[in-house]
């Protein structure tokens, strides 16, 4: 019988869907579910986007550039310029969302075995791409107790070996929620520099922070031009995630011009997402402030319930709509799916996403959850109420079952 590629069999199960068919039996059952575990937002996609698709007058859907549309890509250097990053439509290859950019950047910048060090926990897809290219994550550790902050640098200078080629952050981070300060962007500038590494930053959650604080990108540190590689998405920001469109974007060259053969070789990104990621561009200022303020608000109520629940800690996250929560238990996997399996409150029921994929160390983040804020402060109020309970009574059957 043939056999699949032992690729293939290393490749990880998603952390966050593999629960899926104890959701659906759940639903099957009559239950309703709390969605805590996906980071889907409840937020209306701009109808400047929705409007751009239904009044196209296209006749055939032909292929665009490789690179996207050059309109787009001229329209996102005005987006960026607006952050105080200067980047021309050169830097720019459209994606079919940020998973394609980020393939395309782990092809373009790395050969079979070498590696790439990410702080952990870490959004758990970045293991799948890594595995796709053959490439070695190599995990530097952040703790719940310093609020997943960026670990010391020297905890980075010590995993660097010939085969480093690049260092991964996500910021504001999945799925910690943690928002990288520029300070630390700079120590981490000036560790690529001094070793010659790339330095990718995930910022597909780069509007989404709170309290006053200020996102600072890779790319606005001048010095880091030849390594500087950003990873972006419309996805979060305008609450399009099925429309499938990122970017990779990059001032070095030889990077854009090697992840330009990738695109070639996919031919080119959806048409119809495109038209409704450009025309999202418009969207006004307030559809950025509205959402902001609306997930700071369910955040403080996440947290605020939470902190209610004995045993449980939680860090306070500073961006994204992500947190990871140390519940009292051995085993997050298996409650997770006694929640859906097992548990419910009036035929209702949470999903959670266990934090042990999030993490490629052994034995890490087992009693660990990642909860998305994506649902309305009613919702959430429900669904820690929920948790509490489900806690008290999990908890309570595994002091029966211990030896």
């Excluded at 020297?154 to 990288?180: M, Q, R, V, W």
């Excluded at 969207?283 to 959402?291: E, G, I, L, V």
């Excluded at 209702?348 to 990642?370: D, E, H, K």
Aim: proline letters at 6%; aromatic letters at 10%; a neutral charge.
């Amino acid at each position: 019988m043939p056999v699949v590629s032992s690729k293939g069999k290393a490749m990880p199960e998603s952390p966050i869907r593999k629960l899926a068919p104890f959701a659906e039996k759940a639903v099957k059952e009559g239950k309703h579910i709390f969605h805590l575990n996906i980071g889907q937002p409840d937020i209306k996609t701009p109808v400047e986007a929705l409007q751009a698709v239904k009044n196209n007058t296209l006749d055939i859907l032909a292929y665009s550039h490789s690179a996207g549309f050059e309109s787009f890509r001229e329209k996102l250097t005005c987006y960026y310029a607006g952050l105080d990053i200067n980047i021309s439509s050169n830097d720019i290859i459209v994606t079919t969302g940020g998973s394609e950019a980020l393939i395309f950047t782990m092809g373009s910048i790395t050969d079979p075995g070498d590696e790439i060090i990410v702080p952990e926990p870490f959004y758990a897809n970045y293991y799948s791409f890594s595995t796709q290219s053959t490439v070695t994550v190599v995990p530097v550790i952040s703790k719940i107790d310093d609020g997943f902050a960026l670990p010391p640098i020297a905890d980075f200078e010590k995993l660097i070996s010939p085969k480093t080629k690049a260092i991964l952050i996500c910021n504001p981070s999945n799925p910690t929620g943690y928002l990288y300060s520029k300070e630390e962007i700079k120590q981490l500038s000036a560790l690529a520099i001094k070793h010659d590494l790339f330095l990718i930053s995930d910022e597909v959650y780069r509007e989404f922070v709170y309290d006053n604080s200020e996102h600072y990108s890779i790319l606005q540190e001048k010095e880091l031009d030849e390594h500087a590689i950003v990873i972006d998405s419309v996805s979060k920001r305008y609450s399009m995630c099925g429309a499938r469109i990122g970017c990779v974007i990059s001032k070095n060259k030889d990077v854009i011009k090697t992840a330009m053969k990738f695109a070639q070789a996919r031919l080119s990104p959806p048409i119809f997402a495109q038209i409704a990621s450009e025309a999202a561009l418009d969207a006004p200022k307030s559809y950025y402030t509205d959402t902001i303020a609306k997930y700071k608000s369910r955040r403080d109520t996440l947290i605020e319930g939470l902190r209610q629940i004995p045993n449980v800690k939680v860090s306070v996250p500073n961006g994204a709509f992500y947190c990871i929560v140390e519940l009292p238990i051995k085993d997050a996997d298996h409650f997770a799916t006694w929640l859906l399996d097992k548990f419910t409150l009036d035929k209702q029921t949470v999903m959670i996403a266990p934090a042990s994929g999030f993490y490629s160390s052994p034995n890490q983040g087992l009693n660990q959850v990642r909860i998305a804020y994506v649902l309305n402060k009613k919702d959430l109020q429900k669904a820690v109420h929920i948790l509490k309970l489900a806690l008290e009574q999990y908890t309570g059957q595994e002091l029966l079952s211990a030896p």
